[in-house]
């Protein structure tokens, strides 16, 4: 299973875009990238995912270079609700399963 | 979107109780069902993977005679932690994956039992 880096936590303001990069360098073939986010006391929720290059939905887009081995995650104008918990995940196919890594403590000031 | 629910979403018991948590996924059939347990400031820990039907496959380190994991039906999943102690204490949630077909299944996830033991 591929393993991720994050940064331990990371400041910013309201307003501002925050960018948010995974290190994966082990990263698999049939491996997606997966980005989740979570708030205290409840279940992940799933922001956003890609394999390769960039992805955009309403909430983030996701940046993949050529060589996979990192992501990016920009978040726009964040807001004082975006302060949570962001989980870059690797997997495949075999089996779905998941391994979290630290995440990343966002936290989003005034 | 696929809605995945959890029962109870928190539980006081005694040193020594069995507490059951529900996992069941409301609008969707879930094939695959996985439970995490999450210490405070941790990440998400991956406990046991459950398929319908068959056995649990555990990680390495958790009791399986002390976890004891059910998925008996394509939309419910239960854990029960037997004898229960203090050091049980966590958050566990629980997700599931259907059967969409292609290469990758995304994960609901649910909102997670904190479950104290005193």
């Known amino acids: 299973l591929a393993k991720t880096t994050q940064p331990i936590s990371m400041d910013s303001y309201e307003g501002q875009e925050v960018n948010i990069t995974c290190s994966h360098n082990?990263?698999?073939?049939?491996?997606?990238i997966t980005w989740y986010q979570q708030f205290p006391s409840q279940g992940p929720r799933f922001i956003i995912q890609?394999?390769?290059t960039k992805v955009t939905n309403e909430v983030a887009s996701l940046f993949i270079p050529a060589d996979r081995k990192s992501s990016t995650l920009s978040l726009p104008r964040v807001s004082l609700s975006d302060t949570a918990v962001y989980y870059c995940?690797?997997?495949?196919?075999?089996?779905?399963?998941?391994?979290f890594g630290g995440g990343t403590r966002l936290m989003v000031k005034p | 979107g696929a809605v995945v629910s959890q029962h109870p979403s928190w539980v006081i018991c005694k040193s020594g109780t069995s507490v059951k948590i529900e996992c069941r996924s409301l609008d969707f059939q879930a094939t695959t069902m996985f439970w995490y347990r999450q210490f405070p400031k941790q990440s998400l820990m991956l406990m046991a993977t459950s398929n319908e039907g068959s056995k649990a496959t555990y990680e390495q380190g958790v009791e399986k005679d002390k976890f004891l994991i059910n998925h008996a039906s394509l939309t419910l999943s239960t854990l029960t932690v037997t004898s229960a102690h203090p050091e049980d204490s966590s958050f566990y949630i629980c997700?599931?994956?259907?059967?969409?077909?292609?290469?990758?299944?995304?994960?609901?996830f649910g909102p997670g039992t904190r479950l104290t033991v005193l």
């Open positions: 997700s599931a994956t259907e059967e969409a077909g292609g290469t990758y299944n995304e994960q609901f």
């Open positions: 890609g394999y390769k």
């Open positions: 082990n990263i698999a073939t049939n491996d997606y």
């Open positions: 995940l690797v997997a495949g196919d075999a089996g779905n399963m998941l391994t």
